[in-house]
């Protein structure tokens, strides 16, 4: 009796180094081909279709898809760095402009905050070119905040809440609508309202929330 049939047969046709995500460094890994063979007293005999490849880590025995050798750890903070420090600024700008004033005092604590952050200035000229277009749209952050929370830890978001209220306490005094756009940002970034009111809290003394 002639015994036949197929099975999948993995080989590693390259090794190579990669950014291992779960390992986060540097590591060896092995490129695994799954192939479909035809088999004859069930040995493999011929090659048949291709069933799959994956990239396989050694140390922690992670396996990903062939895409994580593109992966660059230090592109993509410089990336979600950038989306922070714009989602900041962006924040910032829609504070100040909440009481419908823009007090010059605002404008100088903006420059400051951004500069604490980013380690780079902001030209005064610059800065009210871009508050400009900002009051002229009518938009807030909001829609920024919310594209870039996914990339924002804990510390992250606290630190947009505290650029924020520093903004809005530049002219001395907090008003309603100024909390108001505080506590809208702090939803935005998924923050518990007992969360917003203890950053508020370590701040200073601040008025009460508005009712969420």
């Not at 007293?41 to 799959?52: A, Q, R, S, T």
């Not at 500069?115 to 009210?128: D, H, N, S, V, Y």
Request: hydrophobic share 40%; glycine share 6%.
């Amino acid at each position: 009796m002639i015994i036949f049939g197929t099975r999948g047969i993995t080989s590693t046709p390259e090794r190579g180094t990669f950014n291992c995500p779960q390992c986060a460094s540097v590591q060896n890994y092995n490129l695994k081909r799954v192939r479909r063979f035809f088999t004859l007293y069930f040995i493999p005999v011929i090659p048949l279709d291709k069933l799959g490849e994956y990239v396989e880590c050694p140390t922690c025995q992670g396996t990903y898809d062939l895409q994580i050798l593109e992966y660059d750890p230090s592109k993509e903070g410089l990336q979600i760095e950038a989306f922070f420090f714009i989602a900041v600024k962006q924040v910032m700008i829609a504070v100040l402009l909440a009481d419908g004033i823009i007090d010059d005092d605002e404008v100088k604590m903006l420059q400051d905050q951004y500069q604490q952050l980013t380690g780079a200035e902001i030209p005064e000229e610059e800065l009210r070119e871009e508050i400009a277009v900002i009051q002229a749209s009518g938009s807030s952050a909001m829609e920024l905040v919310a594209n870039v929370v996914p990339q924002l830890n804990d510390s992250g978001k606290e630190t947009v809440i505290r650029a924020a209220y520093a903004i809005a306490k530049a002219d001395g005094v907090v008003d309603e609508t100024e909390m108001q756009m505080i506590a809208q940002v702090g939803e935005t970034l998924q923050l518990s309202a007992a969360h917003l009111r203890g950053i508020l809290a370590e701040i200073s003394n601040p008025p009460a929330l508005p009712n969420q």
